[in-house]
């Protein structure tokens, strides 16, 4: 019955801090595939001595 009292206090709560946990894991793998580069480019080069 406590622990039921207990969900029902602070359940909301829990999910959200798990809801950011989860988003934010997810989020810096899905950065990571988008702009991995396994090479620079060479118009890079270019850009970065102007």
């Known amino acids: 019955m406590k622990l039921k ?13 798990a809801l ?13 595939y988008c702009f991995y580069q396994p090479e620079e480019p ?3 080069q270019k850009l970065i001595k102007k």
Not at 21 to 29: E, F, H, L, P, V
């Open 20 to 32: 950011v946990a989860i988003a934010g894991q997810m989020a810096s793998r899905v950065c990571y």
């Open 42 to 44: 060479a118009s890079l």
């Open 5 to 17: 009292n207990v969900f029902a206090k602070y359940g909301s709560s829990m999910m959200a801090l």
